[in-house]
């Protein structure tokens, strides 16, 4: 069974900065692409970044210059490194991937930006 397992969620203050991970486990095929969504109390899911297993990166407009998205397609791990955070980054983030017609997501992690 593919599972897509998040960790490195956590609290920081405003300025800070936090590494989230996705591994794939039950799988020895990557996905194209992998990515985050989040979705914040009351409001829709959104994109945070995806990257496609060649490279290329989407970023949502709200953490354009401020998160780097990377994957390491050997370990079939999606990092999300979060920079010059701000108390709207709060929301729970989701690890995705996409194979084919089939989406997978992870169970979420909670990140908190407040003082």
């Known amino acids: 069974q593919v599972q897509l397992v998040e960790s490195g969620g956590g609290s920081v203050q405003p300025g800070g900065s936090l590494r989230l991970s996705c591994a794939a486990s039950?799988?020895?095929?990557?996905?194209?692409?992998m990515g985050w969504y989040r979705q914040a109390p009351g409001k829709e899911r959104e994109l945070v970044a995806t990257?496609?297993?060649?490279?290329?990166?989407n970023y949502g407009d709200s953490v354009k210059g401020r998160f780097i998205i990377s994957m390491d397609n050997l370990e079939i791990t999606v990092y999300l490194q979060m920079n010059s955070m701000k108390p709207e980054d709060t929301a729970v983030y989701y690890c995705?991937?996409?194979?084919?017609?089939?989406?997978?997501w992870g169970q979420g992690t909670q990140v908190t930006v407040s003082s």
């Open positions: 990257i496609s297993s060649s490279g290329s990166t």
């Open positions: 995705y991937g996409a194979r084919g017609r089939f989406n997978y």
């Open positions: 039950g799988t020895i095929f990557s996905f194209n692409p």
